[in-house]
Structure formats: structure tokens, C-alpha cells
């Protein structure tokens, strides 16, 4: 599950804010205060229809290893800026409260809480950085994956970004990330040594510029690996050198040995052109079956290229621009308070400003995403209060966030939760899933999806409603800020 990289102590790994404001509470005799705030994001990013929920396994890990350490507080003694019982207060620092989360792989949408924690409010603040810059960074590889995986329609496409992405960490789990969202494999060796997402490679360039001819490398290398042979043919020239040589390759070495070849990679020029002549000379070679695989800077938008001009290709190899997200490098995910307790009652707290897009909705809740009872499609998701009631036997009448004069009634639909209880009182109460498990679930979600969430150009706007109980107490909320401006 790799523990190995979570048992690095990422405690510090926060805003200094974060840091101050929790000094500042406990010198305000707040420490104790139970607060309640809620992750959630504002844009899908490429403007897509959904994004994909990941990071939920590191958050988890850094939760049950949060603590400060003699190093960390004589750290922020140094800052003399800390009251000194502020600081034996942190020497035995842990998170004590509760969290709430949808699963990784889940489908989210903008404007819903992904992740609630309900905690002191030192603890609540703390957490803060780690857990957006978890949730935000595999959140966006996790999006950005699936959609070159629809784009690929049902190819195999491998993920070979590491070298180019934001340091090994970022290229570590954002592998594990990509995986997650269908993927089917890695170049990564650590995410399969950690995570057990396939390890997957061929041949370098260099491998062949080892030798003295393109053929005599070729040759080598299926000696090497006659089960698993798959040649690197543009070196020098594709259709001249490159496949040629890779026939004759097959031919003297693997032919003899009753092998077949697992494929060609074209990695460089006009990969449509080139694929379809190198099938040809491959079948009429006698290698069918020998796959083509195809890389080089490539992202959803040039594979549907290239699927749309006939290429034939087998697979893909994805690089940079998934790993760094390129197009759309920014998961905007927040973590705003929405409500704190007093005398046992959960008081909501709202942010309101002049963009409308920052305005947020108050308040303890529950999240429910509501599917079609036919088909079992999701239909909506639905915000409500945490102590109301979703009937499934009552049609439910829904509006467009973008639009509340467009109204949509749901007369036959099913009802389910999303979030799930993570942590309770600080002790872990979910029993995490494997890599495989978290795949498998992330496809059968997307596979709820309309066709029309799930295009790639202006996809359908999908509802993600308030109850009226809520959308009225955000309504109160607001006019009475209003009227204090």
C-alpha cells in the first residue's frame, strides 16, 4: 500500500498560516472549538463533464502519522513568535476528530464537498495544506488520465511521463493516480513496487546506437527478451531501416525459437502515415499480430487525431502531458469552513463575495448522487443538511445550477451516499481498498455516466442541486452579510 513512502513525516509540510492561526487559537482559548470544513473544487479542468476523486490512501496515511516532532517544535521556537504553551501543546499534537470523504475513483463534480473534516479547531485548520495538495495534485492526473483513456477507445495506453513530471514524488503517485483512473501500466518501477500498478517498457534509443547496425541491436534484444520483444524502429529511418530491420530481426531470431514478436514503437514523425504502411509490411511479413505501439508527446486530443485519420495503432505511450497535466496543469480544489458548534448546535458559517464562484454553501451536509431506476445512469447529485431525508419514493424536483429557471423531476430514481466515514474520534474506521479495487470501481463509476457528461466538446452541465432546506438557510445567510456591507 506504500507505507514505505508515507512514513516520511510530513507534518511541516504546511502553510506557515496554518501555524500561527493555530497558536493564535489556542492563545484565544479556541483550541477547542469543533469546526467543520469542506474540500471541494470549482472547474472541471480542459472543461470536461467530470473529474475523477483520488488521494484519499495519502491523506489517510498522513493523518495517522501526524505528529511534531522534538526537531519540529524546537524548530518553531527558533521563530520566537510561538507561546510557549502553544508549543508543549504541540509535542503531543494529534487529530482527534472525524472525517468524512467519498472513495477514490469516485465521479465528482464541481461545488461538492469531496472530503468534510469535523475537528478541534487546531486540528481542523492544520491539515489543510497537505490534504489539497494530496487530493488537488491526484485529483488532476486522475481526470486528465481517463480522458486519454476514452480517447484511446479501449487501446492500451501506458504511462511514461516520470522523467518529466514535478520531482519523483509527483511522478510516483501521479502514476499510481493515472492507474487508478485506467491506465494499464507504468513506466515507473516505484509505483509498481509500491502500489502494484504494472510495470511496462521497451527499448531505448540508445540501445540501438550501442551497436554497430540497427540490425545487429535488434537481434540482441530479441535474445535478450524473445518473449516480450518490442523493437524501437526510428532511430535512424522508419519504413527504410526501422521495420525492415525489425523483420528480419523476428525472422532469424525469433522464428527459429517458435516466438512471435510483442510489437514495434514509433516514436518520432508522421505516426499516422507510418503506422499504416508499417501494418501492411508487417502482415505481409507474417506478424500479424505483432502490435504497433506509438508515443512522442501525445495527449487525448492527438490520439483522437490519429484514431480519426486511420491510424493503426494498437496502443499508446503518454508522457508529459499527462503526467503535468499540460493543457489544463490546475486542480482548483478549497478547503472552507462551513460550520462550527456551539452549545451542541452546528452554527453555519458562509463565504461570500463579489465572484460568485467563491460564494460558498454553508452548513454540515450530505452528499447523494441519484440514478436513473432503469438504467441506473446518474441523473444528479443532491446536496441536503445532514439530518434530511432523501425519499426515493417522492418524485424529487431538481435545477440547473447554471440556470435555476431549467428544472429537471425525477419520478423513478435511486439514492446513495458518497462520503463515508474515514476517521472517527481520530481513529481510522475505513478499511482501504486495493489499487485494483480502487480501478474497478473508478470504471464502473464512470460507466454511470450519459454519454453526454462524458464528451469531450461542450458535455451536458450535470445538476448538482441544493435541497431547498439548504439552498434557503444559504439564501438567510446571505442577505444577512448582505445587509452588514
Known amino acids: 500500500m506504500g507505507d514505505e513512502m508515507n512514513n516520511i513525516n510530513y507534518t511541516l509540510m504546511c502553510d506557515f498560516y496554518e ?24 472547474t472541471v479542468p480542459d472543461n470536461g463533464g467530470f473529474a475523477i476523486a483520488c488521494g484519499l490512501e495519502q491523506v489517510i496515511e498522513y493523518i495517522k502519522n501526524l505528529h511534531f516532532s522534538n526537531e519540529d517544535i524546537k524548530y518553531l521556537e527558533e521563530k520566537k513568535i510561538f507561546a510557549k504553551e502553544f508549543l508543549e501543546y504541540l509535542e503531543d499534537f494529534r487529530f482527534t476528530g472525524d472525517i468524512y470523504a467519498v472513495p477514490e475513483g469516485t465521479v465528482i463534480f464541481p461545488n461538492e464537498p469531496i472530503l468534510t473534516v469535523r475537528a478541534k479547531a487546531i486540528e481542523a485548520q492544520f491539515i489543510e495544506t497537505y490534504v489539497l495538495a494530496t487530493l488537488n495534485h491526484q485529483s488532476l492526473i486522475a ?3 481517463q480522458r486519454v483513456v476514452r480517447a484511446a477507445q479501449g487501446r492500451a495506453v501506458s504511462e511514461f511521463g516520470a522523467r518529466r513530471a514535478h520531482g519523483a514524488e509527483a511522478a510516483t503517485l501521479g502514476a499510481r493516480a493515472a492507474y487508478i483512473a485506467g491506465v494499464n501500466g507504468t513506466s515507473n518501477t516505484l509505483t509498481d513496487r509500491l502500489f502494484h500498478a504494472p510495470a511496462t517498457g521497451t527499448m531505448a534509443h ?9 540490425l545487429e541491436a535488434f537481434k540482441k534484444y530479441c535474445e535478450v527478451y524473445p518473449g516480450s520483444a518490442l523493437l524501437l524502429v526510428d532511430t535512424y529511418n522508419v519504413l527504410k531501416s526501422g521495420i525492415p530491420n525489425a523483420i528480419k530481426a523476428f525472422d532469424e531470431v525469433l522464428k527459429p525459437l517458435g516466438r512471435r514478436p510483442l510489437g514495434i ?67 482548483d480544489g478549497v478547503y472552507k469552513l462551513t460550520a462550527v458548534e456551539e452549545e451542541d448546535r452546528i452554527i453555519p458559517r458562509i463565504k461570500i463575495s463579489e465572484n460568485i464562484a467563491k460564494i460558498t454553501t454553508p452548513g454540515f451536509k450530505k452528499l447523494y448522487r441519484l440514478y436513473n431506476g432503469e438504467n441506473g445512469k446518474a441523473e444528479a447529485d443532491l446536496l441536503t443538511l445532514y439530518d434530511e431525508i432523501v425519499n426515493e419514493n417522492e418524485p424529487y424536483e431538481l435545477f440547473d445550477p447554471n440556470a435555476t429557471w431549467k428544472r429537471k423531476t425525477l419520478t423513478n430514481f435511486k439514492k446513495r451516499e458518497l462520503q463515508v466515514p474515514i476517521f472517527k474520534d481520530g ?33 451536458h452541465n450535470y445538476y448538482v442541486d441544493l435541497s431547498q432546506k439548504l439552498w434557503d438557510m444559504k439564501d438567510e445567510l446571505l442577505k444577512e452579510h448582505s445587509n452588514l456591507i
Open 206 to 214: 540508445s540501445w540501438v546506437q550501442m551497436f554497430p547496425t540497427e
Open 19 to 42: 501555524i500561527t492561526m493555530g497558536n493564535g487559537y489556542f492563545v484565544q482559548g479556541l483550541k477547542d472549538k469543533i469546526c467543520y470544513y469542506d474540500v471541494f473544487f470549482r
Open 143 to 145: 481526470t486528465k488520465s
Open 265 to 331: 514503437r514509433l516514436d518520432s514523425g508522421d505516426i499516422a502515415y507510418q503506422s499504416k504502411k508499417a501494418r501492411k509490411m508487417l502482415d505481409e511479413a507474417g506478424y500479424p499480430d505483432c502490435k504497433i505501439f506509438a508515443s512522442n508527446s501525445l495527449d487525448e486530443n492527438l490520439i483522437r487525431g490519429l484514431i480519426h485519420q486511420g491510424a493503426k495503432i494498437d496502443a499508446f505511450g503518454v508522457g508529459e502531458r499527462l503526467i503535468t497535466a499540460k493543457s489544463s496543469p490546475v486542480f
Open 427 to 459: 481513529k481510522l474506521v475505513y478499511k482501504l481498498p486495493d489499487l485494483e479495487e480502487i480501478r474497478a470501481y473508478c470504471k464502473a463509476e464512470v460507466a454511470t455516466l450519459w454519454d453526454e457528461v462524458t464528451r469531450f466538446e461542450n458535455p
